[in-house]
């Protein structure tokens, strides 16, 4: 994917289902999203999970989250299966232009593919975040067991008090490193496995639902 590729869109606060909402004054309130549109660029895509031109980033239509969409992203073990394809890995690395005077966070992830895991057989998808020069870094793994044949979600939720936010006032980029792992276990070794997190279609996409305040006047 070229590394200029550009996404803009306003983007408003968090979904409402993101977390719940304020139940009583100690509950937190997500200020209001900038009323300036934000800006994203993807400076860099690595990973053998997403090669160059398989990995597309953009806006929601309601502009409440940015999406991840691949088309190469599969690890397998068994049968022929390459040596190396039980482990596949992207690292995103964002430039999110935020307008003067607020901050963001991720504050919940859903990720989505489909997974065939022969009896015995497993599979994990792994995830991290961190803004540039941070040393908090937020990370969840995902597994599942065989034999399961059929779609997969999972959601990664960080509650209000643990979020990690973009530091005011100063320009760092966003980091996103995914993982999925698939391992033969008990299985026949002849049994393939596999575990995607693309979509043919378009329509399995990683959705990042994002979070807002504003910064502290200085």
């Not at 992203?73 to 607020?102: E, I, M, W």
């Not at 919940?108 to 022969?118: E, H």
């Not at 969840?140 to 990664?156: E, I, L, M, R, V």
Request: negative net charge; charged residues 10%; glycine residues 8%.
């Amino acid at each position: 994917m070229p590394g200029g590729l550009l996404l803009s869109g306003a983007v408003a606060a968090l979904l409402a289902t993101a977390l719940p909402s304020a139940q009583h004054s100690s509950s937190p309130v997500f200020d209001d999203p900038p009323p300036d549109k934000i800006v994203i660029n993807v400076a860099t895509v690595n990973g053998s999970g997403c090669p160059q031109g398989t990995t597309a980033v953009a806006v929601s239509e309601d502009n409440t989250a940015f999406t991840v969409t691949y088309s190469a992203y599969l690890a397998q073990v068994g049968g022929n299966s390459d040596p190396t394809a039980f482990r596949k890995n992207c690292q995103l690395n964002l430039v999110v232009h935020v307008p003067q005077g607020f901050t963001y966070a991720i504050a919940s992830v859903d990720y989505r593919g489909f997974a065939s895991l022969q009896r015995g057989a497993s599979g994990a998808q792994k995830a991290s975040y961190y803004f540039q020069g941070s040393s908090s870094t937020a990370s969840k793994n995902h597994p599942f067991s065989g034999p399961y044949d059929d779609n997969w979600q999972a959601t990664d939720s960080t509650d209000w008090a643990q979020l990690v936010w973009a530091p005011c006032g100063v320009q760092r980029n966003f980091n996103i490193n995914t993982e999925l792992r698939v391992a033969a276990g008990t299985s026949s070794s002849s049994a393939v496995s596999f575990m995607t997190m693309d979509s043919t279609d378009g329509d399995i996409s990683t959705v990042y639902h994002m979070a807002w305040k504003e910064c502290p006047a200085s």
